[in-house]
């Protein structure tokens, strides 16, 4: 799971080479199978213990979040913050990130 410091919201076309990660004072972070918990419902969901950066630097806006498989860093999945982007000013400074993902029982056609 990477954190991106540019302003891009992603679409379908979007890939791990369109976004820009933070610079110093920050690592990506891995989401652990043990991790994620289903959610019954219409439609389920699949949730993700927390996952928190702590920052020792600033490192200015981030704009959101993206998962890249560990084999290979493909794109899975990106989402942006959805009412503003977090201003890393300070060391300390922290953002806190429950990932969710909505499961379908349906195949959707992708173009």
Known sequence: ???YANGVSPDRTSTEASFVEPGEGY???SLTPNGWMVIAGTP???EHQLV????DRALGHIYGYYVTRENGGELMWAERF???AFNIKTAGDKIQITPRLTLRNKVENVE
Request: positive net charge.
């Open 52 to 55: 928190t950066w702590e920052f």
């Open 82 to 84: 959805e009412k503003q």
């Open 44 to 46: 389920s969901q699949a």
């Open 27 to 29: 690592t990506p972070k």
């Open 1 to 3: 799971m990477r954190l």
